[in-house]
């Protein structure tokens, strides 16, 4: 005792009194902490179980009142004489005992033949003005419409508060209807969805019908008679249910899970007050085959109607304890002694009720005994503790994860869970807390020690066991022991820190790459912008250059192309003639390859979508490539479509420009034999191209600089090597590749895959039957203004319109233009863009400035034409652009298009006269001779046409059938020539 005071002195004593009180006050603390989430479990728990009580006080309510529905049925199926007195009589008792039920009907099933009866006898009965009704299309009643049956509301108890649903035809409304066809089917018990009520008064409340079928006599198998109905107003029903729930402060709310916008039951005082909390109960309560949805939740009022004061006054108590008791220490610190006898006292007390438990458990070890067998087979350990630390059972299997020989080896040396099991002590306070707040606890991982002092982790899952009155007994569990798949996380563990450094060590890397990439990109980034500047004073020499060249190519295609019309040249004169127009040009061919080019270096290329007919395509680029493989002796062959129409949608320009590029290539280096254009479908809108030619093929050395720019490849030197490059990147453009086959010696096949667009139009016309138009048709007139400062543009744009049939008048300048305007007005006004003084745009606003009601179109033209200034002149109002060099096809185009003229076409029809003549035209032709005139007719070829008949002129044939041949042929009137031939050859085939 003396040793015992000697701790206390003065200071120590103060120092201690000190620590106690802080104990005491973080104990209350605790305490009111435990206390709170002690209580919020117990209303969790309570709200709970009233919930339960409530929906079974709904499910009796509800099968109470099915009773007597079946009941009713019973009643209904034996009883023949069905009156009105009869039936209210059975029912009014079943009634004032269920206030739930808003009705006990009978619903008859009426066929049309029976209606007019059938609603007499339920006057007859007593129930005046009785009629069937129905609702309408806006749910207003109204006298039914005739169908083949009804189900009618013959019988409604009590009839005072149902008079207004007496008649109705239940069949009339979609929901009533299905749960009639439903318990017709099944022959059982059916819940209708929510509906109003046709007795209702009150908006949004509504009713549920329960439909139980009435058959004949003989049951199920019988015939239906009708249905026995009970009508719940869902209001009466649930608030008689829920109303004791709602005063005590819980939001009620019932909807059909299938139609959760109609509220059964949602009170407008449910919604008076906020939730306190996201407390919610849901529950499912089955009616027949509906299934409804009962929620549950929790108002401010609910909780403030628990009693609260012990969360507060236990903690408080024991604060005040704490208080007062550390005041008495500091003043009675003189009793210290007494206090410390005290203690000794209760460590006596203590040691006794330790000897008391260990007694306890030997005998509960006795009792163990006797349900061993449970244990020995468990794979887990499983066990039973107390709540101070302590096993009451275990099987081998635990005793075997904790290192000991026996189970009872390991109860007998285990008398501190927390402090001999777990390396961590506070893990048994936290087992206890968590068993406290839920009652279990699942996957608690844990560090423990075995009996030999090494560790293991464990996996414990254990729930609170209590008895009849509520009292805790013990804790129940097993344990798994998970080293192998902690040792295995560690391993992950260390992996994934050794992944992440080497990651932050990457990133690093990354880091400094990013920063000389990013002074690299500044250094790139001042090399495009002065290569963007070199190439923009490279598209603008190039278009200087083109503009320069193109203006001198007016001259030499313009006046060529009228040369080639005129007749009376001798032969050697007209292939003079002809070279001219082929080196102009292949020289604008050359001028064009080198602006495609640029455009598509610098960016500029535009896609045109439109829809166009893909044979009419392939037939055009073999039409114009013709006739130079004939002057080479080759046969330019078209394989893979017919001559109908296939309509297509893409960018049509660019597929014939990489066409003729390929076409033409291939003709340029092939010295005999053939070249093929092969066009093969693939799938839907999905085509692949070829090009192949008979030529001396591409040496594998060069066929990876084939398609670079201004590659020659060895041994020739013609052209400006551009073609196959524009090609493929025009391919590339369109979302393609140009690729390349060959094998020297036998020759190349050059080919690439497209897709298009379904077309949104159908064409109109066979491949080879397109018009080529000479000269405006008989009774056609056109008068034509040119416009241009330089005198050879006009001379050579007058001499192609006048060969078309215009009257043509010519004007120096935009002043010219005005003062001819006074004289007559033209049709169409060809506009030079750029003259001196008024270009065409001024002049063109000048003219219709003057003369307002001008209705001439206006085609613009100029050597420069890119796709952007075409653009912007025909956003200035031109209605058309073509560009220098003329050619006589664009104008053709142009007064087609724009003033809808007609033209002397091939293909036309003759005249009466004609015909007649030609019919009388008789004779023979060889097989093989029809076929080479017929394939040289149709790609207007004049020259083997000629030879054509000439070659039949020498063979024994109708001198008529030549001359008339060699009119068709001179005259152009070719689409007659084809009629006669295949006229001629069919009957050939016939005789």
Known sequence: MTRGRGLFSPLRAWFFIGAFVASGLLLSVWLYLFLEERQRSALHHDFVNASERRMQVLENHVYRSLE???????????????????????????????????????????????????????????????????????????????????????????ETINREAIGLDLASHPDRRAALQQSLDSGSLIATAPVRLAQEKVEEVYGILIFVPVYSA????????????????????????????????????????????????????????????????????????????????????????????????????????????????????????????????????????????????????????????????A??????????????????????????????????????????????????????AIMQRDGKVADFVSEVFR????????????????????????????????????????????????????????????????????????????????????????????????????????????????????????????????????????????????????????????????????????????????????????????????????????????????????????????????????????????????????????????????????????????????GLSIASRLAEALGSRLEVKSTPGLGSNFFFYLEFAEARQSAHRDVGEEPQPLRLARGQQCRALVVDDIEHNRDILQQLLEAIGCSVFCACSGDAALEYLKAEGPDIVFMDIFMPDMDGVETRAAMLQQQPGLAARFVAFSASVYEQQRQTYLRSGFDAVIAKPFRIEQLHGCLRDLLQLQFEQIGGSPDAGESLALGGVTGSIPADLATAMLSAARYYNMTRLRACIDELAQAPANPALVAALRQLAEQHRLGELVALVQRLAAEGTSS
């Open 218 to 377: 003989t049951g199920a198998q019988g015939r239906i008679e009708g249905f026995a109905l009970a009508v719940y107003r869902s209001v009466d029903l649930l608030n008689e249910v829920f109303a004791e729930l709602r005063d005590e402060g819980v939001r009620v709310e019932v909807r059909d899970r299938e139609k959760p916008e109609l509220a059964l039951y949602s009170p407008a005082s449910n919604r008076s007050a906020e939730p306190l909390s996201a407390l919610l109960v849901q529950r499912d309560f089955r009616l027949g085959d509906r299934v409804w949805q009962v929620s549950f939740q929790p108002q401010q009022d609910f909780f403030f109607r628990q009693n609260q004061h012990q969360v507060y006054i236990y903690p408080l108590i024991t604060a005040l304890l704490v208080m007062s008791f550390g005041l008495y220490a500091a003043i009675k610190n003189r009793y210290l002694g007494q206090v410390e006898t005290e203690v000794d006292h209760r460590t006596r007390d203590l040691t006794r009720e330790i000897a008391q438990r260990r007694e306890a458990e030997a005998a509960a070890h006795k009792a163990e005994r006797q349900y061993r067998g449970m244990f020995e087979n």
């Open 68 to 158: 007597v529905l079946y009941d009713l049925a019973a009643f209904l199926q034996i009883e023949h004489n069905r009156s009105w007195a009869h039936f209210r009589s059975y029912v009014s008792g079943s009634l004032e005992r269920l206030p739930e039920l808003q009705a006990l009907e009978w619903i008859p099933l009426v066929s049309q033949a029976q209606r007019d009866e059938f609603e007499a006898l339920a006057q007859a009965q007593g129930i005046a003005d009785y009629q069937i009704i129905e609702f309408d299309g806006a749910g207003k009643l109204r006298r039914a419409g005739e169908r083949r049956v009804y189900f009618p509301v013959m019988y409604a108890y009590p």
């Open 379 to 432: 794979i887990d350990g499983i066990f039973q503790s107390t709540a101070d630390g302590r096993y009451l059972r275990a099987n081998t299997a635990l005793a075997r994860i904790y290192g000991y020989p026996s189970r009872e080896a390991f109860l007998a040396e285990v008398s501190n869970i927390g402090g001999q099991i777990y390396v961590d002590p506070a893990r048994r306070q936290q087992f206890m």
């Open 451 to 722: 009996r030999d002092g090494s560790r293991i982790h464990i996996l414990e899952k254990a729930i609170s066991v209590y008895d009849d009155s509520g009292q805790f007994l013990y804790y129940e569990g097993n344990v798994q022991d998970i080293s192998d798949r902690m040792r295995a996380e560690r391993a992950l563990q260390e992996a994934n820190e050794s992944l992440e450094e080497r990651v932050c060590q990457r990133t690093a890397e990354l880091a400094r790459a990013n920063r000389e990439l990013h002074d690299e990109v500044k250094i790139r980034k001042a090399a495009e912008q002065e290569a963007e500047a070199a190439n923009a004073a490279k598209t603008q020499f190039l278009a200087s250059i083109s503009h320069e060249i193109r203006t001198p190519l007016n001259a030499i295609i313009g006046y060529s192309q009228i040369l080639q019309q005129q007749t009376g040249f001798s032969e050697k004169q007209q292939r003079t003639v002809a070279t001219i127009a082929q080196s102009g040009n292949h020289l604008l061919g050359l001028i064009d390859d080198i602006l495609d080019l640029s455009k598509i270096e610098s960016g500029h290329l535009e896609m045109q979508r439109g829809d166009f007919d893909l044979s009419a395509l392939i037939y055009h680029v073999t039409y114009i490539l013709h006739k130079k493989a004939e002057e080479k002796g080759l046969h330019l062959k078209v394989e893979g479509l017919g001559r109908k129409p296939v309509v297509v949608s893409g960018d049509e320009g660019k597929l014939r420009q990489i066409l003729l590029n390929l076409v033409s290539n291939a003709i340029k280096y092939t010295e005999r034999g053939e070249v093929i254009l092969r066009v093969i479908p693939e799938a839907i809108y999905q085509y692949r191209f070829e090009v192949i030619d008979s030529g001396p093929g591409i040496p594998e050395s060069e066929l990876a600089k084939i398609f670079d720019p201004f590659y020659q490849r060895t041994g020739r030197r013609e052209g400006t090597g551009l």
